[in-house]
């Protein structure tokens, strides 16, 4: 079973892309599945299937909703204006002689706010957008991150299901054996001990068989649990493991890989600290508080106008540290950013080559050891009942023939799992035919 992909449209990481674009557009990840197969049918399960229903249903990502909300909500609060402040006072009341009572008391009424200098407010409400620009390029980091973990489970169980399969040959040729022993000890060409030797190792090979459907029955639970399900909803996986598509030049990979959210993410933290810096260069602007209000003399029975205002001295002394500290600050996302390419250049070369490797074991194995073998076995089984060759020269043959199968299993899921390593450094999928209308499945995801 084969699974097929395409791409329609190039996909460009844009801070305002809604979650739900995310979802509709997760093919960018270089998973190449075909809509006529999105989703799973007749108790199968398709890759893009599952990555969909990750997107959608897997916990993790529901927290940017909260987050977005919560930005909101501080939004509002950045734009709100100083509050009025209204004021009662009551002077020279309650005294002695003729201040006693009301009689000579002052009462004022007063109104005072405060005078923002410096645009304090536009800095605060561009700290709230730079916080949900950071925001979105960490939902796309963890949405990349998540579509790359379903991967890498789908192909785990995608590998063991093909070592269920080789499990089941294995058992298949161990009781062929077996029946050939017994047919040569009946014929007096073997000794009993073969036939006990031959049957120890069908049992084993049942053995086995039930071991490696159990590993595949927890690997299905576990690419499940990514869209929140206890019990999978699928009896098998398709896909071809062994097909893994065109290769890119690395330095073309690298270029790509400077543009993954997970690089873009420091760019949305330098104009978050950019705006942070902003804020506490507005706080070297003092605020001037003003008030202003009515006072009534009770003495003589006369009112008046009551002004004023207040404005801290020395403020932009004051706050040398503080704008020193978001500077700083500043700076140090643009390390941060070196150390992140160095160490995902490292990644990314190490991906590459295992998969280049991988890739090469894997057609080797196919090409050329896997025939070999095979037809070693058929030359050892007929000169064994023949009585040209010894049960432990069959054994061998079977043996080897099994374990290459089983290494062309491993070799194959690497190279997908690696590939899909490098998708998700880049972003983007390996197959040099990305944009095409239909290609196989190449060992990456769409």
Same mark, same amino acid.
């Given at each position: 079973?084969a699974?097929?992909?395409?791409?329609p449209? $190039? @996909?460009?990481?844009? +801070?305002?892309?809604?979650?739900k674009?995310?979802?509709?557009l997760?093919?960018?990840?270089?998973?190449?599945?075909?809509?006529?197969?999105? /989703?799973?049918t007749? =108790?199968?399960?398709?890759?893009?299937?599952?990555?969909?229903?990750?997107?959608?249903?897997?916990?993790?990502?529901?927290v940017?909703?909260f987050?977005?909300?919560?930005?909101?909500?501080?939004?509002?609060i950045?734009?709100?204006?100083p509050?009025?402040?209204?004021?009662?006072d009551?002077?020279?009341?309650?005294?002695?002689?003729e201040?006693?009572g009301?009689?000579?008391?002052?009462?004022?009424?007063?109104?005072?706010?405060?005078? %923002?200098?410096g645009d304090?407010?536009?800095? *605060? $409400? #561009?700290?709230?957008?730079?916080?949900?620009?950071?925001?979105?390029?960490?939902?796309?980091?963890?949405?990349?991150?998540?579509?790359?973990?379903v991967?890498?489970?789908?192909?785990?169980?995608?590998?063991a299901?093909e070592?269920? +399969?080789?499990? *089941? /040959? !294995?058992?298949r040729?161990?009781? %062929?054996?077996?029946?050939?022993?017994r *047919?040569?000890?009946?014929a007096g060409?073997?000794?009993?001990?073969?036939?006990? *030797?031959?049957l120890?190792?069908?049992?084993?090979?049942?053995?086995?068989?039930?071991? +490696?459907q159990?590993?595949? =029955?927890?690997?299905?639970?576990?690419?499940?649990?990514?869209?929140?399900?206890?019990?999978?909803n699928?009896?098998?996986? %398709?896909?071809?493991?062994?097909? @893994? #598509?065109?290769?890119i030049e690395?330095?073309?990979?690298?270029?790509k890989?400077?543009?993954?959210p997970?690089i873009?993410? @420091?760019?949305?933290e330098?104009?978050?600290?950019?705006?942070?810096?902003r804020? !506490?260069?507005t706080q070297?602007?003092?605020?001037?508080?003003?008030?202003?209000g009515?006072? $009534?003399?009770?003495?003589n029975?006369?009112?008046?106008?009551?002004?004023?205002?207040?404005?801290?001295l020395?403020?932009?002394?004051?706050?040398?540290?503080a704008?020193?500290?978001?500077?700083?600050?500043?700076?140090?996302i643009y390390?941060?950013?070196?150390?992140?390419?160095?160490?995902?250049?490292?990644?990314? @070369?190490?991906?590459?080559?295992?998969?280049?490797?991988?890739?090469l074991?894997?057609?080797?194995?196919?090409? +050329?050891?896997?025939?070999?073998?095979?037809?070693a076995?058929?030359?050892?089984?007929?000169?064994?009942?023949?009585?040209?060759? #010894?049960?432990?020269?069959?054994?061998?043959?079977r043996q080897?023939?099994?374990? !290459?199968?089983?290494t062309?299993?491993?070799?194959?899921?690497?190279?997908?799992?690696? #590939?899909?390593?490098?998708?998700?450094?880049?972003? %983007?999928?390996?197959?040099s035919?990305?944009?095409?209308v239909?290609?196989?499945?190449?060992?990456?995801?769409q």
């Open positions: 079973m699974i097929r992909f395409f791409m449209t $190039r @996909f460009v990481w844009r +801070t305002q892309h809604s979650f674009k995310l979802v509709l997760c093919l960018f990840f270089g998973w190449q599945v075909s809509f006529a197969h999105a /989703e799973a007749n =108790n199968s399960l398709t890759l893009n299937a599952a990555l969909k229903r990750a997107i959608e249903l897997n916990p993790s990502l529901k940017f909703e987050r977005n909300s919560a930005l909101s909500g501080q939004m509002q950045a734009a709100l204006k509050a009025y402040e209204l004021g009662i009551a002077e020279n009341f309650s005294g002695a002689d201040l006693s009301f009689d000579g008391a002052e009462l004022t009424v007063s109104l005072s706010s405060v005078l %923002e200098m304090k407010r536009s800095a *605060r $409400r #561009g700290i709230v957008s730079s916080s949900r620009s950071v925001i979105d390029a960490q939902r796309q980091v963890e949405s990349l991150e998540l579509l790359g973990e991967t890498r489970r789908y192909v785990d169980a995608l590998a299901q070592q269920v +399969t080789l499990a *089941r /040959e !294995a058992n040729l161990a009781n %062929e054996t077996l029946n050939i022993v *047919r040569r000890a009946e060409a073997a000794p009993e001990a073969e036939v006990k *030797r031959a120890a190792a069908a049992s084993q090979a049942g053995l086995t068989l039930q071991s +490696t159990q590993q595949l =029955n927890y690997l299905k639970v576990s690419l499940a649990a990514l869209w929140g399900k206890k019990t999978p699928f009896v098998t996986l %398709e896909g071809d493991l062994y097909h @893994f #598509g065109t290769d690395f330095d073309s990979l690298f270029a890989m400077e543009k993954n997970a873009l993410i @420091f760019a949305a330098e104009r978050l600290k950019d705006a942070e810096l804020v !506490a260069t070297s602007k003092a605020d001037v508080s003003w008030s202003l009515v006072r $009534r003399f009770q003495a029975d006369d009112s008046a106008l009551v002004a004023g205002f207040s404005m801290p020395f403020s932009g002394r004051r706050n040398t540290g704008v020193s500290a978001a500077r700083a600050q500043r700076n140090e390390v941060q950013k070196e150390v992140a390419l160095l160490s995902m250049h490292t990644q990314l @070369f190490r991906a590459f080559h295992n998969r280049k490797q991988a890739i074991a894997a057609k080797t194995l196919q090409s +050329t050891i896997i025939p070999a073998l095979r037809d076995l058929k030359e050892t089984q007929a000169a064994y009942e023949r009585g040209r060759y #010894g049960y432990l020269d069959y054994v061998s043959a080897e023939l099994l374990n !290459a199968q089983r062309l299993i491993e070799a194959a899921a690497s190279a997908l799992i690696y #590939g899909a390593e490098i998708e998700q450094l880049t972003a %983007e999928p390996l197959s035919t990305l944009y095409s239909s290609s196989d499945f190449s060992g990456t995801v």
